[in-house]
């Protein structure tokens, strides 16, 4: 998987057991993209700092599905989910069930 | 929720998170229903000591469980997969696919 994307799964999440500046740095340079020194004025830290703060996000993020394995879990889930819905021969309740999981995952 | 179901529930979903002396403090003294004073003695500490770290992974866990909710999301997961094997006219592979999903819970 792209590194960015697997960022952004993993920040879905576990971006909540951050704390809120860790988060809100995280949000802007993975999530929305700005720069490293976009960043890093924006929060009054140097570049630097704003880089070491990234990495060690990742690390938390990435331990914690590696305890977890809840992007793992849903992965699953929504596979089986589709086969659910090619199995239901469009049954529109059962297809409209399927939708409300995928929205609690 | 009974207090002791609700304790079993929040550390079968959080307890990768303790550190490994307080899971297996909290494992012996809830799971497994162990007395204060025979966890004290397992572990060579005081009783109060077995007390306070109980405490203390109450909160924590109940501290995920506010931030990710993962027992509120799959208990509704659950209800949505009850209602789509009543819908499913007892389709075998249907079946099958939300006692898959199940365990993945």
């Known amino acids: 998987m792209e590194k960015i994307v697997e960022q952004n799964l993993l920040f879905d999440f576990y971006g909540e ?3 809120e500046h860790q988060r809100n740095v995280y949000r802007d340079a993975v999530c929305n993209d ?3 020194s976009e960043v890093a004025e924006e929060y009054g830290i140097s570049r630097q700092g704003v880089h070491d703060l990234l990495k060690r996000c990742d ?3 990435q331990d914690y599905e590696d305890k977890l394995r809840l992007i793992r879990r849903f992965d ?3 596979e089986k989910l589709e086969e659910i819905r ?3 021969g ?3 309740d059962i297809l409209k069930l ?3 999981i995928r929205e609690q995952l």
Do not use: D, F, R, V
Request: proline share 0%; charged share 25%; no cysteine.
């Open 86 to 88: 090619s199995l239901s």
């Open 34 to 36: 700005m720069s490293l």
């Open 59 to 61: 690390k938390i993020l």
């Open 76 to 78: 699953a889930i929504g």
């Open 90 to 92: 469009e049954q529109e």
């Open 17 to 19: 057991l951050l704390t």
């Open 98 to 100: 399927t939708e409300e």
